[in-house]
């Protein structure tokens, strides 16, 4: 079965940039998806077909896919953004979740 | 509101079943793709089964394929996951989500509830 793995954990000083990344096999022939989950909440859309924000996500958040890496880039990192984000692809039928990276703002 | 709001989780024995459901509302459910993904207590999020707008595709995770069974009512705005033969791996919170665009499957999940617990413990 497809999987995608992603890094435990990053840090970043408030301000900086935060740097995601999420690999698989040929990852770039599927759209992937973020999702950011705060403790005690439900996942929340932040990153849709690779690059595109839903209505509401803030512009420091943003997306790219190429090659066996998708990366979700936050800019101007804020306290808020600390949680744990979720990459996601589609194995043709089979939703596949990354491992999640705990983003911690220093 | 566009809203999902789960319900039926609780404590069962191994082997036992349960049946989850999942109310819409806000939006024409009729039209969308619609998920459940659990996440066990400390854990990731894994995906668990899909149904298509009619109800025409349905698909599975290996770790549930032929225990659990996806349906919906779109006449009663309801999506539901009856589960059978449960096991404590099975032990998770379990969401609804729906998928972001109209008359797709393989596309993000916009609208996620709050989740119900179901713990498999004898």
């Known amino acids: 079965s497809y999987e995608v793995t992603q890094p435990p954990s990053v840090s970043v000083s408030p301000g900086q940039t935060a740097t995601i990344t999420c690999s698989g096999n040929k990852l770039a022939d599927k759209y992937v998806c973020w999702y950011q989950q705060k403790p005690g909440q439900s996942p929340v859309l932040v990153i849709y077909q690779d690059n595109m924000r839903p209505s509401g996500i803030p512009e420091r958040f943003s997306g790219s896919n190429s090659g066996n890496t998708a990366t979700l880039t936050i800019s101007g990192t804020q306290s808020l953004d600390e949680a744990v984000y979720y990459c996601q692809a589609w194995d043709t039928t089979a939703g596949v979740f990354g491992t999640g990276t705990k983003v911690t703002v220093l | ?113 709050r989740g119900t617990m179901v713990t498999v413990s004898s």
């Open chain 2, 1 to 113: 509101e566009v809203q999902v709001v789960e319900s039926g989780g609780g404590l069962v024995k191994p082997g036992g079943s349960l049946r989850l459901s999942c109310a819409a509302s806000g939006f024409t459910f009729s039209n969308y793709s619609m998920n459940w993904v659990r996440q066990a207590p400390g854990k990731g999020l894994e995906w668990v089964s899909s149904i298509s707008a009619g109800s025409g595709y349905i698909h599975y995770a290996d770790s549930v394929k032929g225990r659990f069974t996806i349906s919906r009512d779109n006449a009663d705005n309801s999506l539901y996951l009856q589960m059978n033969s449960l096991r404590a791996e099975d032990t998770a919170v379990y969401y609804c989500a729906r998928v972001r665009a109209i008359f797709t499957g393989n596309d993000g999940f916009d609208i996620w509830g």
